[in-house]
């Protein structure tokens, strides 16, 4: 504790401390506010992690921010201490919560790829106010939880893509609901399974959109002939549509017949990807063409 008190003669001291005691050390200058002693030793760390995710919930802002700017000088400058030389590829910061406020969106993906994203439970996007387009892949903190992420959108989205995840009902129905939709360009759901979905759902969130959409994709969805059957008077009114994709749905030749009738009529419809009708598989599963 007296070495911890004394900035200047743990800065000296560092490089000959036993590298358990560091950690130790570390925890008693975030709290204790010893804000030289922390960004001596951030520049000093010798370990794959430095562990800031336990500090995110302290009242300690100042300490936290005191590292986060070392950190952010040292990769400016394309400095390497001892951590950082010897583990270039594995250095990541590990935290459960990320809260992105304003700021340009380079400075927005410099964070995500510092950031070990694997380990992060709660996402916050603030201000947002000229997010145009949102693209999400896999994303796992999103089921049942797609309302609050959705609060925090600020202006009309062009594009929106919600990817290879699980989803609720209700998730769907707040997407449908959701004022910054209204003129979207783009929707890409693949991957969203909706099995257990009522067909309603997605035919009101089409409504949203039918007027400004140009790209659908529903690829892997888990789509029926009921669900088709279901959208395929909203999917008709999509004047602007030019790619849709229904592949790897199963999907048999009456309604795929059905649904050649009601996009006919899509004047600037150009590129369609359907999945091959369940009549043309053998029961081995081999696709018979001819």
Known sequence: MHLIREDALVCSALEFLPTELLPLLFMDAFHGRHIKTLKAMVQAWPFVCLPLGGLIDLPHVGPLQAILEVLD?????????KWME???ASIHLCCKKLTIFAMPVENVMKILNTVQLDCIQEVQFLKQYH???LYLDSPSFLEGCLDQMLRFLRTLLDHLAITNCWLTESDLTH???CPNIHELKGLDLSGITMTDFSPKILHILLEQVAATLKELNLEQCGITESRLESILPVLSCCSQLRTFSLCRNVLYMPIMEKLLSHTTGLFYLSDEFYPAPQEGYSPHGILHLG
Do not use: I
């Not at 000088?73 to 201490?81: F, M, N, R």
């Open 131 to 133: 997010l145009q387009d």
């Open 73 to 81: 000088v040292l990769l400016a400058q394309k400095v390497c201490s």
């Open 86 to 88: 010897q583990r270039k």
């Open 175 to 177: 997407l449908s609901q």
